[in-house]
């Protein structure tokens, strides 16, 4: 088969032999990946021939040899580790989820990295039901996930983004977008910050007094200096430094909440590039150079 091999500059396609399950792994035919911003700066740090690829939908070809999972002929979602952008993979079972007829293999591709760090940042906050939410860095795959997450929950969503501002984030859900926080009002009970530096500094001023901030990363590249004094005077203040990889949550349970949200139609995937895999590297310098608002998908065609 082939698969997106590793390589110090970025990814090259290469044929390899067909990936042999575990007893509790299903071997999957992958239909669609997506690509994630935070694998955009692995491929330096990683030795020459590792297989990138975490984010998958497809279609169990041969089920667990411990009979645990679905079944051959199955379609799942899943989030592995590495392996995913290949024509087959093998992944443990449960950190697949089984996907309907009614859901795409594209937008489905969406959900691992993305759209469970959206849903386990928001349970930081508990109950959102009429509680105000504010979301930083809202136009990207982590944002737009989190805008219509927020907005299904009952919450008052205030959508941070900065120049691209052709998402519509209200009809996601937003009930105010804005392009500086320097148009935002009054306090947020739960804020999901994704900017870092100047953008962390001046959100966290505008938590509630026993509000939860919930740190999912730095994509501006800048930093922040917090000290105690950072939280005076609200002392009751709750900050989640958040990790998707490292907060303990099933992932096939929630792979399957995210499923059943998009048969309900209250979550819709932003794809804002599907293409085929072997355009990999052009989807990778588009996302970097963040031309792409949203999530990027590749399909996967024929035997290959």
Do not use: C
């Amino acid at each position: 088969m082939r698969a997106w091999i590793g390589a110090p500059d970025g990814p090259v396609l290469r044929t390899v032999p067909v990936p042999e399950p575990a007893p509790d792994e299903a071997l999957v035919r992958v239909e669609a990946f997506s690509v994630n911003r935070g694998e955009l700066n692995l491929f330096r740090r990683r030795a020459e021939g590792w297989r990138p690829g975490q984010d998958l939908a497809g279609v169990v070809v041969r089920a667990a040899a411990d009979g645990s999972g679905p079944a051959a002929g199955t379609r799942v979602v899943a989030m592995n580790d590495f392996g995913g952008w290949a024509r087959y993979t093998a992944v443990p079972v449960d950190r697949m989820a089984v996907l309907p007829d009614s859901v795409g293999f594209a937008e489905s591709a969406t959900l691992g990295v993305a759209g469970l760090t959206a849903l386990r940042a928001l349970r930081r906050g508990g109950p959102l039901d009429g509680r105000r939410v504010l979301i930083t860095g809202a136009s990207g795959g982590v944002g737009s996930f989190a805008v219509q997450l927020a907005a299904a929950r009952g919450a008052r969503v205030t959508a941070l983004t900065g120049t691209r501002r052709e998402l519509d984030l209200k009809e996601l859900g937003a009930e105010q977008v804005i392009g500086s926080l320097a148009d935002a009002e009054g306090e947020f009970d739960v804020i999901l910050e994704s900017v870092g530096g100047e953008v962390l500094q001046s959100a966290l001023k505008m938590l509630s007094p026993l509000g939860h901030f919930v740190l999912l990363g730095t994509s501006s590249g800048r930093t922040a200096t917090l000290s105690i004094s950072s939280f005076v005077p609200h002392a009751r203040q709750t900050l989640h430094p958040f990790w998707v990889f490292g907060s303990g949550e099933p992932v096939g349970e929630d792979l399957a909440e995210l499923v059943g949200l998009i048969e309900q139609g209250l979550l819709h995937p932003v794809l804002g590039a599907v293409d085929g895999w072997e355009r990999l590297p052009e989807v990778m310098a588009a996302l970097r150079e963040r031309r792409i608002h949203g999530k990027a998908a590749l399909l996967v065609d024929g035997e290959v």
